[in-house]
């Protein structure tokens, strides 16, 4: 046994379109250019800068059609962490003198989650609201927490862990009529499900680059009109005073292509990764006894599939999955690799044990149905063989 040697596995399938997907051919063509002869900075006003200046709002409109918005509400960042942290820090000392109270939920991602914490040290207070057990936030909940200090209510869209998607139009409905800010995190659902940030009443919005296709460490912040932020990098004018800082152009360029081609793809798109994510979902439950899904069941990303398989750990399934050519994920690409299981998980009501046995596999535009089926293959004699030498043991009770 110990001589034998590890096989390369033949078939590689990635499965973590969540925590981050390659950059298309499409777009990393367009950026190129920007890497060479085309190399100006869009501030500066001879040729080489105006025709950075012209990619960069070609880009800014790109963005804003993908999310119904106007370009000029478009701000861009480093990405998903720095829209978050813009939009909360910003919003927090803008509207200071009206109050100090924000509302969020239990299940953000930590970008909302660590910042709303910082801004507790800092003097606000924050009212993180629960969620049911298919990880849905009720408006309910979110009108009994306002009062006469809140100045900003921030719930995301689609949840990057189970895939709910919350019922952002009816929050931000509530929102509006309470006069309070309301910022979604929109880097999951963002070209996967269609987004109108006028429809949705959001006054702020998250977006991410490297989810949708496009270069890492670029993302954007939509900004609606008459909406107050205190920057929180200071320097040049840059970004209509609310972002200094050189703009990353090629990186720029690449992301309003990649959330072209999701604006153009999308309504196919969807409509095939969620088939493939049913098969997955519906295989799974069908094949491995003792299996429950996480999320909301129809209330879903199309490219979300989270389950929890009871008495077996999700990094030993993981360890197993890539060892035959399987990229998967348990909980977030953030908690792996510590012990603590899933916040989003902990706060729908699953039970430790369970939470410790949970697998996410978000599918992207390379995986086919014969993807699924190798992993419907592969998964149940893994599990098989884990339980069977578990300290959990089916029926046991486990230790902690
Ligand atoms: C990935 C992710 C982020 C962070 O975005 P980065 O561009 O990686 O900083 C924020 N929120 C959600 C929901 C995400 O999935």
Known sequence: MST??????????????????????????????????????ASSVHRWGREARMAVEEARE????????????????????????LALRGVAWAYRSRGNHIITSAIEHHAVLHTCESLEKEGFRVTYLPCDRYGMIDPEEVKRAITKDTILI??????????????????????KEHGIIFHSDAVQSAGKVPIDVNAMNV????????????PKGVGALYVRKGTRLVPQATGGAHERGMRAGT???????GFGEACRLAEKELPEESKRLSALRDRLIRGILDKIPDSILNGHPTERLPHNVNVSIKYVEGESMLLNLDLLGVGASSGSACTSGSLEPSHVLLAMGVPHEVAHGSLRMTLGKSNTEADIDYVLEVLPPIVERLREMSVFGRGQKSKS
């Open 154 to 175: 921030s719930i995301m869209h689609g949840q990057n862990e189970v895939g709910t998607i919350e019922p952002i139009g009816e929050i931000g409905k509530l929102a």
């Open 247 to 253: 703009e990353n152009v090629p990186g720029i360029v």
């Open 62 to 85: 790109k963005v804003a059609s993908l999310i119904k918005a106007d370009p000029r509400e478009i701000i861009f960042t480093s990405g998903g962490t720095e829209s978050d942290n």
């Open 203 to 214: 006054d702020l919005l998250t977006v991410s680059s490297h989810k949708i296709y496009g």
């Open 4 to 41: 034998e040697t590890r096989k390369t596995p033949e078939r590689h399938i990635y499965l973590d379109h969540s925590a981050t997907t390659p950059v298309r051919p499409e777009v990393l063509a367009a950026m190129l250019p920007y890497f060479g002869d085309k190399f100006g900075n």
